[in-house]
């Protein structure tokens, strides 16, 4: 799979050696994975050790490899999602995280990562609270999916608006590349805002979008540019939420809890939610977990139009987007 692949994820993580047990059967040792943790047990992150992006490129087995673009880890190598941790803070409050498992060609462990789904605090207590060896894959599919907020209208083959939380499956919505197209599927998830869960608020008219838009932080919004604002070397790009970031006309809209909408279609497919165009849900070994099982096994091994076709090769570095201005420069690119 190349590197521009759709299937490809970046996401935070803290190497084991980050987090040391500091009470418990295991005082004094790193992070492991599920097989050697103990319930009860105390964990700290080390002062002022801050997460990295590793690069995630989905496999067919249902794994993953490094991508080439990662910010650690060993590019190629093989990633394996071993298991779900659960840690209660002092104060009561509950944190998840992921641990993720590096292994050389050998079939060796080269490296442990935890993946936290909020923030972590440096010389916080987080003990121990449960260990989930059976829905690892379904959790890093919830962050995985891209996703609508509640509230966002999605233009219908009418030309209608209609709030994403009144779909139905069986409606006729319009895309940008295959005109009409039915919606086959509408899933729907509750979580807390934070962390990878919080979503990204891009403000009315920023990207000349009718009012805000909320979207998961990997949602990618389709700009076409009539002038190459940012040096893409293309006029048509897929651009993650999360890159425009700027604290100003695009933010992360933390705290509270946030319903999440993913629309599935026959096809990925580029729809207009606020009047912009934005992608629809991707099957892939990512996402699948999230499917109700009689969906999932009526599809089959393969989905045909879920695939890195046609939209392959549009996804911009995110080094062209380290900038205060990229949002300014889309919105300046795309206007007429």
């Known amino acids: 799979m190349s590197e521009g692949s759709l299937s490809s994820q970046s996401v935070p993580v803290y190497v084991a050696g980050q987090i040391h047990a500091t009470d418990g059967?295991?005082?004094?040792?790193?992070?492991?994975?599920?097989?050697?943790?103990?319930?009860?047990?105390?964990?700290?992150?080390?002062?002022?050790?801050?997460?990295?992006?590793?690069?995630?490129?989905?496999?067919?087995?249902?794994?993953?490899?490094?991508?080439?673009?990662?910010?650690?880890?060993?590019?190629?190598?093989?990633?394996?999602l071993d298991c779900v941790l659960t840690f209660m803070s002092p104060d009561g409050s509950i944190s998840d995280a992921l641990l993720l498992v590096e292994v050389d060609e050998e079939g060796n462990v080269a490296e442990i990562y935890l993946l936290p789904f909020n923030a972590l605090q440096s010389k916080a207590e987080y003990r121990l609270v449960g260990i989930d060896r059976e829905t690892a894959h379904t959790k890093f599919a919830q962050v995985a999916c891209v996703s609508f907020t509640?509230?966002?209208?999605?233009?219908?083959?009418?030309?209608?608006?209609?709030?994403?939380?009144?779909?139905?499956?069986?409606?006729?919505?319009?895309?940008?590349?295959?005109?009409?197209?039915?919606?086959?599927?509408?899933?729907?998830?509750?979580?807390?805002?934070?962390?990878?869960?919080?979503?990204?608020?891009?403000?009315?008219?920023?990207?000349?979008?009718?009012?805000?838009?909320?979207?998961?932080?990997?949602h990618r919004l389709f700009i076409y540019q009539r002038t190459d604002e940012l040096g893409a070397g293309r006029s048509e790009l897929l651009v993650k939420a999360r890159h425009l970031v700027n604290g100003d006309t695009v933010t992360v809209s933390e705290g509270g809890f946030v319903d999440y909408f993913q629309l599935l279609f026959d096809s990925h497919q580029i729809i207009y939610a606020e009047g912009i165009a934005a992608e629809s849900m991707l099957i892939d070994s990512r996402t699948r977990p999230v499917l109700p099982d009689a969906l999932s096994e009526s599809l089959g091994?393969?989905?045909?139009?879920?695939?890195?076709?046609?939209?392959?090769?549009?996804?911009?570095?995110e080094g062209l987007l380290k900038r205060p201005d990229a949002a300014g420069l889309l919105k300046k690119a795309s206007s007429r």
Do not use: C
Request: hydrophobic content about 40%; aromatic content about 4%; proline content about 4%.
């Open 25 to 80: 059967a295991n005082m004094g040792d790193k992070i492991t994975f599920a097989n050697e943790l103990i319930l009860d047990d105390v964990y700290e992150l080390d002062y002022a050790a801050e997460p990295a992006r590793l690069s995630l490129v989905a496999r067919q087995d249902a794994s993953f490899s490094i991508g080439h673009d990662t910010k650690i880890g060993e590019a190629g190598a093989v990633i394996h």
């Open 150 to 218: 509640r509230g966002t209208h999605i233009t219908l083959a009418s030309g209608a608006q209609r709030p994403v939380e009144d779909l139905t499956v069986g409606d006729r919505i319009l895309t940008r590349d295959d005109g009409v197209q039915t919606l086959r599927w509408i899933g729907t998830t509750t979580t807390r805002a934070v962390g990878e869960f919080a979503p990204i608020r891009i403000v009315a008219g920023a990207l000349n979008n009718s009012a805000d838009l909320l979207v998961s932080p990997d």
């Open 301 to 317: 091994a393969h989905v045909p139009g879920h695939s890195d076709l046609p939209h392959a090769g549009l996804d911009v570095q």
